[in-house]
């Protein structure tokens, strides 16, 4: 459970640090941007159970696919998909720290 609650906990803050560092002048427009990729997430209501603390996203749902990542990575460098791409990466990055983590649980 506290897995779950630290992995929510990080989700909201990881794209705050990064927005305050990146762009402290539009934080506000930055965070909001970052924090809606976090609709990449809808996939898993096309899961059965919708949520099981003991799945890896990454690789499960079709918007966490492996080939997927480098898209989002390529986001980062074209200037007006640069935030999307920031945020969906930190996302994904995110999730993958929680498989790992689930693996040590």
């Given at each position: 459970?506290e897995r779950?609650i630290?992995?929510?906990?990080?989700h909201?803050l990881v794209?705050?640090?990064?927005?305050?560092?990146v762009y402290?002048?539009?934080?506000?427009?930055a965070?909001?941007?970052?924090?809606?990729?976090?609709?990449?997430?809808?996939?898993?209501?096309?899961?059965?159970?919708?949520?099981?603390?003991?799945?890896?996203?990454?690789g499960?749902h079709f918007l966490?696919?492996?080939w997927?990542v480098?898209?989002y990575?390529?986001?980062?460098?074209?200037?007006?998909?640069?935030l999307i791409g920031?945020?969906?990466?930190?996302?994904?990055?995110?999730?993958g720290?929680?498989?790992?983590?689930m693996?040590?649980?």
């Amino acid at each position: 459970m506290e897995r779950a609650i630290i992995h929510m906990i990080l989700h909201f803050l990881v794209p705050a640090v990064a927005a305050k560092m990146v762009y402290p002048r539009r934080f506000m427009f930055a965070y909001i941007v970052m924090m809606a990729t976090m609709l990449v997430d809808l996939d898993h209501l096309f899961a059965n159970p919708v949520y099981d603390p003991n799945r890896c996203s990454i690789g499960t749902h079709f918007l966490h696919s492996y080939w997927l990542v480098p898209i989002y990575l390529a986001f980062c460098f074209i200037p007006k998909l640069r935030l999307i791409g920031l945020g969906l990466i930190i996302h994904m990055l995110l999730d993958g720290i929680d498989c790992i983590w689930m693996s040590f649980v």
